[in-house]
Nanobody
Framework: QVQLVESGGGSVQAGGSLRLSCAAS?????????MGWFRQAPGKEREGVAA???????SYADSVRGRFTISEDKSSHTLYLSMKNLQPVDTAMYYC??????????????????????WGQGTQVTVSS
């Protein structure tokens, strides 16, 4: 089982920026894993935000494209989500997830929560207007 620990959440005003981090067990980055960021607002279903596969291909939800950037540092086994121009609608618990295999394009955009098998505990992002 992959161990995932998110950090970096917080409270910001609209227009602000945050960078989320997800520390993953070394096993994750040593294999062909697809990693993703998801979020869940109160009363809403969990939704995909961004994903990156082992080839470095990325996908984004339409609502965040151009504002959020997913990246990874294989040397430190860390996944990142850089978020700018945050808006109140971005307020949610953000989760890191992993799936063995999973190739963006061939397997779709990998933004369906059901595509991923391992999850972190989440980090809260709150954006005030």
């Amino acid at each position: 089982q992959v161990q995932l620990v998110e950090s970096g959440g917080g409270s910001v005003q609209a227009g602000g920026s945050l960078r989320l981090s997800c520390a993953a067990s070394s096993y994750t980055f040593g294999r062909s894993y697809c990693m993703g960021w998801f979020r869940q607002a109160p009363g809403k279903e969990r939704e995909g935000v961004a994903a990156i596969d082992a080839d470095g291909d990325t996908s984004y939800a339409d609502s965040v494209r151009g504002r959020f950037t997913i990246s990874e540092d294989k040397s430190s086994h860390t996944l990142y989500l850089s978020m700018k121009n945050l808006q109140p609608v971005d307020t949610a618990m953000y989760y890191c997830a992993a799936k063995p295999g999973g190739w963006i394009g061939f397997d779709g955009d990998m933004l369906d929560p059901g595509d991923h098998s391992d999850w972190g505990q989440g980090t809260q992002v709150t954006v005030s207007s």
